[in-house]
Structure formats: structure tokens, C-alpha cells
């Protein structure tokens, strides 16, 4: 039985990945890019690496020689003291964020590095936006169509909670062309990123809804280019296992430059 609190259909979602393409998924292509390249800059030969995430294939097809489990919310660990652990895309699918951080870190040896990615709070903005106001227009209501996204601020947080040291939070913004709206549809039925709320609406939508929400997703894009565009946000969190030989954040006062003479900009006083 599910529990009243939980947003996240896990039995749907598990059908719905099952059923996508495990070849040709250009967000899970995103987020291993966004994890190969952040590696890259660290520079740091990691001996003992985990990922999770729920699209299994590419993950493995990319790091051969990391343990790589399925993110469900209780994690199923072989092994502990690992000192690169990657949460991959699938975080936005979580009924306990915080929990699953949390776990990530119990299985972690100390100065071990975590990077987690997931899709954001303005993932699909102008799809919630157009589908919404073309709902609202033919039944005077609103139902939970596209899923609700993890914000910047909220991410960041999560991490403090979960204890990690040096905690990070960034994102980068992707728009993505496509032909129409409903090829959008399909490219997310197709890597199995479609509606997986527990308090979904389950019986069919009718043409006209989509008809509706079309029209209005290409009139608000405002161009006169032949496709429309659907932005996908890239939240990476970065965050490491806390060790006593880690660098401490200096205390309120300690600098010795102002931070506008460091970046060579004009400082401005804040009115009262």
C-alpha cells in the first residue's frame, strides 16, 4: 500500500522505464557528460565508485568498473567505503530526497566525493504552463499533469541536511527543438520521463486538450521559427564525505581582500 505522503507512482515509473529506449535517452547522455566532465576537473583517480539511478544500461555502458544499483528509496548496498559515489538523473523521482542523500553518504569512506544530477524546477515550463492554461480553458480546473520539480535553493538545502561537507549547488539550462509539442510528448514517453504522480489523472485526455495546448505552447514561444523549444534544467549537486583533513569555510571577517576588489567589480551599498 502506498503511503498518503508519497508523490511518486513507483509502480508506473517502473513500467515506464522498462518500456524506453535504453540506446538513445540524450538526457541520461546529458547527465553522464555533466558527471565525466565535472571528474575531469577534479582530477583525481577514484578506486571505489557506486551509482545509482534508474536507467541502469547507460550508466554501466560508461563507468565499467563501478558497482551500479537500481534508485530505489531504500538502497540495496553490496559494499560500503566507497570514495566517489554518483547519484545519476533520477533524484526528481524520489519520494525522500534527503533520505536518499543520506543513504549515499552511510556507504561513503571519509573525504569521499558525492555528485548527484537531476532535472529542475523549470524543467518544462512551457509545457506545464500551456497544458495547465488549455486544461483550466475546457474544464475550469487543473489537474497534476507534468511533475513537479526539485528548485536550486531546495537542492542545496538537501544536501546541508544530509550532512556532507563543502556542499554545492549548480544548474545549467538546455533547450531542446522540436517539431511540435506533441513530438516532445513522445520523445518523453520514449525515455520514459512522462507522468508518474501517484495522484495523476488516469483515464484518457481528450484530443482537444492537446489540440488546445499546442496552439497555445507555439503562441507563446512568440518566434517565428518553425520549431518550439522545451528547456530541460541540469541540477548538480557536489558534496563530500566530512574528514578532519578537509579545508574549513573561512569565518565572517577573515578575508583579507573585499570580495569586489577579488572579482575587480564596483561595490554598491544597499539602500535602507
Not at 551509482?51 to 563507468?63: D, E, K, Q
Not at 522540436?178 to 520521463?193: A, C, F, S, T, V
Amino acid at each position: 500500500m502506498k503511503s498518503s505522503k508519497e508523490i511518486i507512482d513507483k509502480e508506473a515509473l517502473a513500467k515506464r522505464r522498462a518500456k524506453s529506449d535504453k540506446e538513445d535517452n540524450f538526457l541520461q547522455k546529458l547527465a553522464i557528460q555533466d558527471i565525466k566532465d565535472r571528474l575531469h576537473i577534479i582530477k583525481k583517480r577514484f578506486e571505489k565508485i557506486l551509482i545509482i539511478s534508474g536507467h541502469l544500461y547507460p550508466w554501466r555502458n560508461t563507468f565499467h568498473n563501478a558497482d551500479v544499483i537500481s534508485d530505489e528509496e531504500l538502497l540495496r548496498f553490496s559494499n560500503k567505503n566507497y570514495d566517489l559515489v554518483i547519484h545519476g538523473m533520477s533524484l526528481h523521482y524520489s519520494n525522500d530526497p534527503v533520505g536518499q542523500l543520506i543513504q549515499c553518504k552511510s556507504v561513503m569512506e571519509k573525504g569521499g566525493l558525492f555528485l548527484g544530477n537531476f532535472l529542475g524546477g523549470q524543467t518544462l515550463h512551457e509545457l506545464r504552463d500551456s497544458i495547465a492554461a488549455s486544461e483550466l480553458e475546457l474544464t475550469g480546473g487543473i489537474s497534476p499533469r507534468v511533475l513537479p520539480m526539485i528548485d536550486i535553493r531546495d537542492a542545496g538545502a538537501f544536501l546541508m541536511r544530509s550532512g556532507f561537507a563543502l556542499p554545492v549547488a549548480d544548474s545549467t539550462v538546455h533547450k531542446v527543438s522540436y517539431k511540435n509539442p506533441i513530438d516532445l510528448l513522445y520523445d518523453l514517453r520514449r525515455m520514459g520521463e512522462t507522468n508518474v504522480q501517484t495522484d495523476r489523472l488516469k483515464k484518457f485526455s481528450h484530443r482537444k486538450l492537446f489540440s488546445l495546448m499546442s496552439d497555445k505552447y507555439v503562441s507563446d514561444q512568440n518566434s517565428n521559427k518553425k520549431e518550439i523549444e522545451a528547456t530541460f534544467e541540469l541540477i548538480t549537486l557536489t558534496g563530500w564525505a566530512p574528514s578532519s583533513d578537509q579545508p574549513k569555510p573561512l569565518k565572517p571577517g577573515s578575508a583579507s581582500i573585499r570580495l569586489a576588489d577579488a572579482l575587480n567589480v564596483t561595490e554598491e551599498k544597499l539602500k535602507d
